[in-house]
């Protein structure tokens, strides 16, 4: 009789938004595949590229990844949205066409901690700051523990995109992401209803900053981060960042 024990490690579902992403793209499906953590399926959402996204994607040879083209570019909202009916994993993780995962165990310890933290809904990582060429141009650092990120995120966005790692079946209980910048910490603070924060205290993932970057750093994404606290007054010192924000907004800084 064999009574040996099958070890079964969860699907992360890691999804990819892309347009126009040809010269970065390569480098963050590598950076995928460098992964120790293994059980992944990575699916790239092409939201109608006219450049040689498919051609890397094909050139990628890897089984794990599903390959989604448009055909009409839609705009980063309607793919956001979309993009949450395509994970079926244990965990979702986001990863910018964009961005990377320098570091091959990143999946790894998020997966463990989650494991080991049955509450945490949403765990990001410190990053890198790199150009457009991958050089390294500072880091950034959160709070790490479910209060300190509540006591900060109403004031500031603790979580870096393309380092989360969520648990899925919380996720389906959310709106997803809605049709407004910043949509990411929208989506964040759904899910710090259900669930708790933490960020591991680590430089795993590289955040690409360069001209060509989705959001509009400005006016309007200042205007869009006051109307998403203004839905989310429950986090502590809400009230408070809300006059910050508009002092910001009205000064322009």
């Not at 901690?113 to 410190?126: K, N, Q, S, W």
């Not at 523990?145 to 393309?162: V, Y």
């Not at 389906?172 to 708790?196: C, K, S, V």
Request: proline letters at 3%; aromatic letters at 8%; a negative charge.
């Amino acid at each position: 009789m064999d009574n040996t024990t099958e070890i079964t490690t969860p699907l992360v579902s890691i999804l990819m938004l892309t347009y126009n992403r040809a010269t970065y793209l390569k480098e963050a499906i590598e950076s995928v595949q460098k992964q120790t953590y293994q059980n992944w399926e990575l699916i790239v959402i092409d939201d109608g590229s006219t450049d040689t996204t498919s051609t890397i994607v094909a050139q990628s040879n890897e089984p794990r990844i599903r390959y989604i083209r448009h055909e009409q570019n839609e705009g980063l909202f309607v793919r956001r949205a979309e993009s949450l009916s395509y994970t079926h994993g244990t965990y979702t993780a986001i990863l910018d066409s964009d961005d990377l995962w320098h570091a091959p165990d990143k999946l790894s310890k998020q997966v463990d901690f989650m494991e080991r933290h049955p509450d945490c809904v949403l765990l990001g990582t410190f990053a890198n700051l790199i150009d457009a060429n991958g050089t390294q141009q500072g880091s950034i650092h959160f709070a790490t523990d479910d209060h300190s990120i509540r006591q900060k995120i109403a004031f500031r966005n603790q979580f870096i995109h393309s380092s989360v790692l969520m648990r899925t079946a919380l996720l389906q209980q959310t709106q997803g992401y809605q049709p407004t910048l910043a949509e990411d910490l929208e989506l964040y603070l759904q899910l710090g209803r259900i669930g708790t924060f933490a960020n591991l205290p680590e430089n795993l993932t590289s955040h690409r900053v360069h001209a060509e970057s989705e959001n509009d750093h400005g006016r309007t994404i200042r205007k869009a981060v006051l109307e998403i606290i203004q839905k989310h007054t429950e986090y502590p010192h809400a009230h408070a960042a809300l006059m910050v924000h508009r002092l910001r907004l009205l000064l322009g800084i």
